[in-house]
């Protein structure tokens, strides 16, 4: 089993940078890959980025291609979204999960587990 704790998120101008964590208890964390999500209010859950287990491999959602990076330091049990260029649009609760399950990636049905998320706003 994994618990996954997110922090990082906070208020910040248009333009600006974040960088989110999600930090991992669990020995088999290297195990999974990770994924990031965001839900805006009244909206669905949507897919952010993804890394696998090695790190050798990631994939973004179009909206946030070129301005985001995701990685992961496994040694630490900690993945990380660095967020560049942001834009109102990108307001939103942040959350990462743990995936083992066989599916598309930006399918939060194929996510184990889930953090709490932290909240993201940019203004204007």
């Known amino acids: 089993q994994v618990q996954l704790a997110e922090s990082g998120g906070r208020l910040v101008q248009a333009g600006g940078s974040l960088r989110l964590s999600c930090a991992a208890s669990g020995r088999t964390f290297s195990s999974y890959a990770m994924g990031w999500f965001r839900q805006a209010p009244g909206k669905e859950r949507e897919f952010v980025a993804y890394i696998t287990w090695s790190g050798g491999n990631t994939d973004y959602a179009d909206s946030v291609k070129g301005r985001f990076t995701i990685s992961r330091d496994n040694a630490n049990h900690t993945v990380y979204l660095q967020m560049n260029s942001l834009k109102p649009e990108d307001t939103a609760v942040y959350s990462c999960?743990?995936?083992?399950?066989?599916?598309?990636?930006?399918?939060?049905?194929?996510?184990?587990?889930w953090g709490q998320g932290t909240q993201v706003t940019v203004s204007s």
């Open positions: 999960a743990a995936k083992s399950r066989v599916g598309v990636q930006s399918s939060p049905r194929n996510y184990d587990y």
